[in-house]
C-alpha cells in the first residue's frame, strides 16, 4: 500500500472489535511520534500509552463516552509539560550536548535562542498552548504511521483533560492531556462511518499555486 492509499484507507473509527494492535506496530507509530519535528527539538510534551483494560473503561466515561476507548486495544495521550522554563532548556541543551557528544559551550547561540523564544510566552498557558500545537504534529506523525501499518485509529478531543490527568495522575508528572488517540482494528459490521467517501475541500480551493 503506497502513503497515500494508507492514508485514503484510514479514517476516524467510531467502533473497533477487541483486537489487540501487536506489539512491534505499537512501537512503530509511538517511534513515529517521537520522532515528531518540535521547535528547536525541545519536545515539550510525551506520550502516554494506556493499555490497562479498567483504566480505559473509566476512561470512557470521561465526557464523551466514545467506544474506541475500550474497544481498541490501546490510548495514546498526547500531553504538554507543565514547566516549560529555562531549566527545561537548559536540561534540552545538556541532552544535546551529550547524545552529539559537543562542549556545552558550543551550544550557547542555540540556548539563547530557545530561552528568547520562551520569552515571547511569557505564561505558561502561552507555553502550553505553543507546545500542544507541537504535541499534535506528533499526532499527525503517530496516525500516519498507523495507517501504514495497517492498524486503526482515532483522534479524539472528545473527553476532559482535567478529569483524564486525575485518573492517570499526570500533574504530578508534571503533564497535562491535550489529545489521545485510540488503536485498535475497525468493527466493519457495527462502524457505519465505515463505507463512507472521504471527504476533503478540493484540491483546487485547498491548494494554491503562485
Ligand atoms: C484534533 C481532532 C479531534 C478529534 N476528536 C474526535 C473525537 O473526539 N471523536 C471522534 O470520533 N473523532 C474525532 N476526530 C476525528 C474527526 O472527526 C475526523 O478526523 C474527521 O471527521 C475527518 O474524517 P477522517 O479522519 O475519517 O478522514 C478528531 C480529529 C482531530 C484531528
Redesign the pocket.
Known amino acids: 500500500m503506497s502513503f497515500l492509499e494508507a492514508l485514503n484507507w484510514?479514517?476516524?473509527?467510531?467502533r473497533m472489535n477487541g483486537h489487540t494492535v501487536p506489539q512491534e506496530k505499537l512501537d512503530t507509530i509511538l517511534e513515529a511520534a517521537r520522532l515528531a519535528p518540535s521547535s528547536y527539538g525541545l519536545q515539550p510534551y510525551s506520550v502516554a500509552v494506556v493499555s490497562d483494560a479498567a483504566l480505559r473503561n473509566k476512561i470512557r466515561g470521561l465526557a464523551?463516552p466514545?467506544p474506541?476507548v475500550t474497544e481498541g486495544s490501546h490510548l495514546l495521550v498526547f500531553a504538554t509539560w507543565t514547566t516549560i522554563d529555562e531549566a527545561s532548556v537548559e536540561r534540552f541543551i545538556e541532552h544535546v550536548a551529550s547524545e552529539r557528544d559537543l562542549p556545552l559551550s558550543s551550544l550557547a547561540g542555540y540556548t539563547d535562542a530557545i530561552k528568547s523564544t520562551l520569552r515571547k510566552y511569557p505564561t505558561q498557558v502561552e507555553r502550553e498552548h505553543w507546545a500542544s500545537k507541537q504535541a499534535?504534529i506528533a499526532?499527525?506523525m503517530a496516525?500516519a504511521a498507523a495507517a501504514t501499518e495497517h492498524v486503526d485509529a482515532?483522534?479524539?478531543?472528545?473527553?476532559s483533560p482535567e478529569a483524564l490527568d486525575e485518573l492517570l495522575d499526570l500533574k504530578a508528572q508534571g503533564l497535562r492531556s491535550v489529545?489521545?488517540m485510540a488503536i485498535g482494528e475497525r468493527d466493519e459490521s457495527n462502524d457505519s462511518?465505515t463505507s463512507?467517501k472521504?471527504?476533503?475541500w478540493p484540491k483546487e480551493s485547498f491548494i494554491t499555486h503562485t
Open positions: 484510514r479514517y476516524a473509527t467510531k464523551v466514545q474506541q499534535y499526532l499527525g496516525l482515532t483522534p479524539m478531543e472528545g473527553f489529545v489521545v462511518m463512507l472521504k471527504v476533503r
